[in-house]
């Protein structure tokens, strides 16, 4: 091997290495529910994207019936699949037919990854997962880390931006964030509680970030109290999406290390303030 | 000759391959250092190589998120919900900031392409399906530059995995790979595609030419070495030699484009026995007569069919079919003239004596090439 091309080999090999870690870094990415409107009228159609990406600026996912667990819309009436066209951007398609509060549920089945130890350890720091990030410290030896990863995502629709009708609830997602006010009526800088559950259960001391798409770099951020509950003053009103991952030790004999859920939920909060709503 | 021509033609492919090993080498370091299993989104790029020597590439992703990541990137206000039509004039204003996101390079060297959007042009961004997202189609085109020979890709702004598709003009497609943002692709061989420089390939065929007489066409350095014996004098060998050469340019053309059938199993056998024939009658007389040289001239047809099958297993690719004939040709004459040279010089001192020069020469060199003659042509005659 001549000397030049040794040093074009290492020259690879250390690109190739810092872009697999940048490949990895990608795993922290928020997945949420995007609408074509947060405050449709009633009887009209709204587009129901499933966005993969960070600060609220999303790659749309094409609707993938393989990875589907569950795909709801919620109404005052009931509860009822989101349509949509295999292979389709946006992935459902559904009519608004009654006022009142929507609330759309997605739920994928898990996929696994792998992870560098230097990855694995950055994101659970990003995500808060500290009782993770403790267990892998204490662990012997650095190891690729192996996940399933399950997407939890809500969106809260307002047909025709009737502030009072409506709240949000749980739609049995595994993790879940299910806010306790309707954000549609309240307005910016009015707080705004969710609880987070994990198997219908609060899930307690769980980092919840807030992020605005207006002012994205402003990232909210708070830990569930021993209800699962958290209280956020967004401080601008437009679209929202808040999110909280919760990961657990794998089942023996499911060939990963670990298992996580991505739970968020994305709603748009009028500009300016509005009077106090009963909670 | 035929079985030597499949190694040559492998050893001429190989000078291809060392790449292809690094290729391996950032494959395997890709797949084991993260495999970032993420959703599969909608950004496709396709990668098509012209006949004309560029290279295409078309990237097919939602323009809402390219303009957003743009713009926040940029430290820029959001443009927030666009119209179809802004929205990709928004695209094309943020094109040569996008051009920072994106790495073609070819034997591990960026080339910087030109940006064009013809199908926002001519194509509708979106179709009349119902809340169909608006899709940039952003085009990068350029030259590949001559002599490359692998193509590599890294796009950097997306966050779900991409399909990478590319295409060839000589080829099946290669399967789709998917990639996640800031992954530099698989190495992709040109192959066929790739453009060298005209002079580079002709330098290319002519050592494949040369190297075919010397050092692997033994049965032709003895046929000339043969010709070289008959005579002590330089006339009839120049005679001989360029009988030869007229002959087998003649065929090796004709056999290229295919105006002459290749019968290598015929061929072959004849060749060997070309050089028993040339041999014996050194051994009879030094006079060259017109029948000599008529037989060497045939014998040179049957030794071009020879250097066609040796050039045709090097799978040039067509638009290199004139420049590969007189570059592999020209080795070919080289090659002939090292052998006579080198022929030359060992025996100069002996030929100053013709009758010393035939006896410890001529005749012993002569027997040895017949019989060596005689048990290639036997050898290839078992292959039947």
Redesign the interface.
Known sequence: MRPH?AR??QT??V???V??????H??A?D?WVGP?AFRPKVGA?V?V??L????M??????R?PA?IKQFVVATATGTKPVPGRDG???AG?MRVDAPGLLVVGYQSHP??????PD?FERYLGEEGLDEVRALVADAPGRK?AREMFS?CAKALLSPDGSPDSGRDRSLGLTLELVAERNPYAIGAGQELPFVLTYDQKPRAGALVIAIS??D?ARKLTARTDRQGRVVFALPVGGAWIVKAVHMVAARPGSGVDWESFWASSTFEVPDGARPAAPR | MARDQPRRADALRFMRR?AAR?AL??GV??A????????????RVTVAFTPSGEYDIEVST?AA?LV??LE?AAGQP?SGTLAAEDLIRRVEELGPQWLGQVRVSFD?RAVTPRLEYPRHRDAPVTDD???A?VVAKIHLRGPIPPGAREFRW?YGL???TYGLTVTSASRQPHPTEWL?????SRVYSLGADSRESPAKVALGYLALGFTHILPHGVDHILFVLGLFLFSPRLAPLLWQVSAFTLAHTLTLGLTLYKVVPSFPEVVEPLIALSIVYVAIENLTTSELRVGRLALVFAFGLLHGMGFAGALAAADLPGDELLIGLVGFNLGVEAGQIAVLAAAFLLVASWSRDPLVYRRLVVVPASLLIAVTGVYWTIQRLSHW
């Open positions: 091309r074009h080999h690879l090999i690109l190739a290495l872009l697999s870690g940048a490949a990895g990608v795993s990415h997945f074509s159609l587009g994207r499933l993969v990406g960070e600060n600026i999303g790659d749309p996912v094409p993938d990875i389709g951007d946006p398609v996929r696994t990854i792998e992870l560098t990855t690729t997407r798409q207006r994205p | 060392p690094i080498l950032l370091l890709v084991t250092g993260s495999v970032s299993a993420h959703e599969i989104g909608t950004t939602d998120a957003a990541r926040s959001r591990d399906e119902l809340f997202p890294q997306t966050a779900s996640e943002a800031g992954q530099v």
